[in-house]
């Protein structure tokens, strides 16, 4: 993963200090009170009625309609889960044993990988926790360029193995990343001469991306409890494995949170800020959170996949015009980072120059969510 360093800048300038404890979930027999959280269930947004069918789409990359399908789903959802997409299934089951590895270890041996508050990568809460009054009932690793350093301390044996499937991983979702890249911009009429940077298959222009494990704990009280709250990537695309345990619910506009089942071989795709900004608003970034189970834990691998990240994003030529003025202002993705981790759901808003001509607010204005 090249420009590594660049992406950790955008922390750096903008520190993450989580007042926590680190938590040893498997000792605990119900909720204390710094996990408690009071208003999940947004009225605003309650969860859909079990008679509505909506759901997100899959979509097989083998398909001849593959463009149109996907061009709707981005328009429509924001996400979708994708089949036949080449990722060997001995590697997702590699990533999945490794992950589960990494999380069962004791809490002091995992913590001698902690992430710095001014980092990027390693084990910690979810970022966005600073954000939140309650603390998630979740572990997370982020992984941005080598593990080796930190694998180097949570295994002094067998580490090389670990960071192997890792690097094989990362270079296969890569690959898919910008395959799926193609395919969406493609269903907007865009093509490789009309974004220089996509195009190019140089090492250093190939995109930037960050290796989410996420771990999500069997929980005493999973309606009091929040796995990863609502948030939107800021990604151009985020590629999500989900294994066999659902949790991912996503924002449906107008009908409420809407739960991805897990289906074996599938991966979930999410629109990010980058392509929202990138697409002029025609692809919105999909709203979406984690909720827990009482009885199983619960893995998730997220690939998240952006441009490199000094290149500015803003919205593509062929997408403006007198009807369509550009509603976002240029931006790479070392300064969204930075802007997302000081404004979070409010980041998308913060770059946005124009209103929208119909007055209507921005269906993906994400300033909507609730805290704890
Ligand atoms: C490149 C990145 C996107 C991300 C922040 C990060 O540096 C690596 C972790 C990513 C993640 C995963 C969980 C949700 C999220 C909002 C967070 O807190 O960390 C995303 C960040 C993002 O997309 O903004
Ligand atoms: O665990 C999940 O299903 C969601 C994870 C996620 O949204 C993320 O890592 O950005
Ligand atoms: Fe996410």
Not at 35 to 52: A, G, R, S
Not at 183 to 208: N, R, V, Y
Not at 265 to 274: F, I, K, P
Not at 278 to 289: D, F, Q
């Amino acid at each position: 993963m090249p420009s590594r360093s660049l992406l950790a800048d955008a922390f750096r300038a903008h520190p993450v200090h989580v007042h926590q404890k680190h938590i040893d979930f498997t000792s605990l027999q119900e909720i204390p009170d710094s996990h408690k959280w009071t208003q999940i269930d947004d009225e605003q947004h309650p969860l859909v009625d079990p008679l509505i069918t909506e759901s997100v789409p899959v979509i097989d990359l083998s398909d001849p309609n593959v463009l149109q399908n996907i061009g709707h789903a981005c328009k429509t959802w924001g996400v979708l889960q994708v089949t036949n997409h080449g990722i060997p299934t001995s590697l997702l089951e590699n990533i999945e044993s490794a992950s589960r590895s990494l999380f069962s270890l004791p809490i002091q041996q995992k913590l001698k990988a902690a992430r710095s508050p001014d980092g990027v990568s390693g084990y910690g809460v979810a970022r966005i926790s600073s954000f939140f009054s309650k603390l998630m009932w979740s572990e997370g690793f982020t992984i941005v360029g080598s593990p080796l350093e930190h694998f180097r301390q949570l295994w002094s044996q067998d580490y090389t193995k670990f960071c192997d499937i890792i690097e094989e991983y990362k270079k296969e979702m890569q690959k898919l990343a910008r395959r799926l890249t193609w395919l969406m911009l493609g269903s907007l009429g865009i093509t490789k001469k009309d974004l220089k940077w996509a195009g190019s298959t140089g090492e250093s222009e190939k995109g930037s991306a960050a290796l989410q494990l996420n771990y999500y704990p069997a929980c005493p009280d999973p309606d009091q409890a929040m796995g990863l709250a609502a948030h939107t990537d800021s990604t151009l695309l985020t590629i999500l494995y989900q294994s066999n345990t659902s949790g991912l619910q996503v924002l449906k506009e107008g009908i409420g949170w809407i739960t991805v089942p897990p289906i074996p071989g599938g991966l979930v795709v999410n629109v990010g800020d980058l392509l929202h900004i990138l697409s002029n608003g025609m692809y919105p970034s999909v709203l979406h959170r984690a909720v827990v189970n009482r009885t199983k834990h619960r893995l998730s691998i997220a690939f998240l996949y952006g441009p490199p990240s000094s290149v500015e994003i803003s919205p593509l030529q062929k997408l403006v015009g007198p009807n369509h003025p550009p509603l976002y202002r240029p931006v790479t993705w070392n300064e969204y980072l930075g802007t997302k981790a000081k404004y979070f759901n409010k980041a998308l808003s913060s770059v946005r120059i124009c209103a929208p001509l119909n007055g209507l607010a921005d269906v993906n204005d994400h300033n909507r969510v609730r805290v704890g």
